[in-house]
């Protein structure tokens, strides 16, 4: 059998942040899409055929600890690499306990996210 191809779903309710992520994935040969919100995601089909999540916490409607928990209930176990400008204690601990591949406080240099969609997609 061979391994899913490399994509990475990015949800994130700041079109600037959505359109700088895609245009980093897309410099280093990675295929991507994008959501400016959990509902559309989750609406698509990405979620079968994305191989790693970069998640924002602060959304709209549903924030990512709630996508997070509803993929879970789904039985999704994409590997989710959260990110957040609102950094504190409690949110980078909820993250860990949801089972995040990895944390990232905005702003981050494209080398750590990198390293965080191949630890995830490993």
Do not use: H, W
């Not at 959501?35 to 979620?47: I, M, Q, R, V, Y």
């Not at 409690?90 to 630890?119: H, M, N, S, V, W």
């Amino acid at each position: 059998m061979q391994p899913k191809p490399l994509m990475v779903a990015v949800v994130d309710d700041d079109p600037d942040v959505l359109r700088g992520i895609q245009r980093l994935l897309r410099a280093k040969g990675l295929v991507s899409e994008v959501f400016g919100s959990a509902e559309a995601f989750l609406s698509s089909t990405a979620p079968a055929r994305a191989t790693c999540l970069v998640l924002d916490v602060q959304l709209g409607t549903m924030d990512g600890f709630e996508l997070q928990r509803r993929l879970a209930d789904l039985g999704s176990d994409i590997p989710i690499v959260f990110m957040t400008a609102f950094d504190n204690e409690a949110t980078q601990l909820r993250a860990i306990e949801a089972g995040c591949t990895a944390y990232l406080r905005k702003p981050f240099a494209a080398r750590l996210l990198f390293d965080a969609i191949y630890k995830a997609s490993t």
